[in-house]
């Protein structure tokens, strides 16, 4: 079992930054990958980005390149998720998640998941 714990939400302005936060604890020690996925009122999860255990695979949706960032820190068991020029649409709750093995963008593949922290980006 892993349990996860998203953090860093909050409201910002247009073209402002967050860095949001997940912790996980649990079975931390076996190697999986996280990913960030977001949903907004009315509409379905949809994937934000991944990473693997080494951190060295990451994916991005792809309209979120160049804006967003994911890390991860194993000494520390945790995830980051850096939020660049935000915009009223980037408006969501945001999930973290953890499968074992490879990354994925797929949330069903993902075993894992966080309660989510809210981004509210006003125009």
Request: charged share 20%.
């Amino acid at each position: 079992q892993v349990a996860l714990v998203e953090s860093g939400g909050g409201l910002v302005q247009a073209g402002g930054s967050l860095r949001l936060s997940c912790a996980a604890s649990g079975r931390a020690d076996s190697s999986y990958a996280m990913a960030w996925f977001r949903q907004a009122p009315g509409k379905e999860r949809e994937f934000v980005a991944t990473i693997s255990w080494g951190g060295t695979i990451t994916n991005y949706k792809d309209s979120l390149k160049g804006r967003f960032t994911i890390s991860r820190d194993n000494t520390k068991n945790m995830v980051y998720l850096q939020m660049n020029s935000l915009k009223p649409e980037d408006t969501a709750v945001y999930y973290c998640a953890a499968k074992y093995g490879r990354t994925s963008s797929g949330g069903h593949e993902y075993e894992y998941w966080g309660q989510g922290t809210q981004v509210t980006v006003s125009s």
